[in-house]
């Protein structure tokens, strides 16, 4: 019975150490996907509302390949220059969205397409109606973006692999698609300065 407990309670710890909350909303995310690590998370607030949780992850390998001169620099001292790094190089990211409410999914597809929009230097705009159809195409007709839904952005050079709750719903091919949905997160605009310096002290540990 002792052993038992013993192995039940190391199982609940190794859920623990390797998972993290996001302490406004209480959602939690894995410390890695898609073989990527958990680099930062944050808040999506509209006005005093909590839209969603996002979590961003890279690979550890590739950012110390691509960021390694950024090693030794203090979190709070980094610049504008590690950001428009992290969103140029090349290292696979994921970026994962959980719903601390429920919106519409017009709605969503809507907001995240008027964000990356604007950040796309005014190029390659087809590929935003693909985004935000990829994106509804996860959702039954008369669905809604549900408390606890989940959306993933695997990002990797030019390409774009979109999920709702696990199920790939399309591949948009577009860098700048692809650089405007980080921007979103890592701009001076940011949309989560919470989930921006988090990043950055996820990032620069891996270093």
């Known amino acids: 019975m002792m052993t038992r407990s013993l192995v039940l309670a190391a199982a609940v710890l190794a859920t623990v150490v390797s998972a993290a909350k996001d302490s406004a909303t209480g959602i939690v995310f894995p410390d890695t996907y898609a073989g990527s690590k958990l680099a930062g998370l944050g808040t999506r607030y509209k006005g005093p509302l909590k839209i969603y949780s996002a979590a961003v992850y890279v690979s550890p390998s590739a950012a110390k390949f691509k960021l390694g001169k950024f090693k030794g620099v203090a979190p709070d001292a980094v610049k504008k ?98 650089d405007a949905l980080l921007k979103c997160y890592m701009d001076d605009k940011a949309v989560s300065p919470a989930l921006k310096r988090s990043c950055a002290q996820g990032v620069l540990s891996m270093l």
């Open 81 to 178: 220059d590690f950001f428009e790094a992290l969103v140029s190089s090349s290292a696979a990211k994921v970026i994962v969205l959980k719903m601390a409410m429920g919106i519409s999914k017009e709605k969503l597809a809507s907001a995240l397409s008027d964000s990356v929009r604007p950040r796309m230097g005014g190029g390659d705009l087809d590929a935003v109606p693909k985004f935000a159809g990829a994106i509804l195409s996860g959702f039954q007709p008369d669905g809604k973006a549900a408390s606890g839904t989940e959306l993933a952005f695997g990002l990797q050079g030019s390409s774009m692999c979109i999920t709702v709750n696990g199920k790939k719903c399309g591949t948009v091919k577009s860098a700048k698609l692809v």
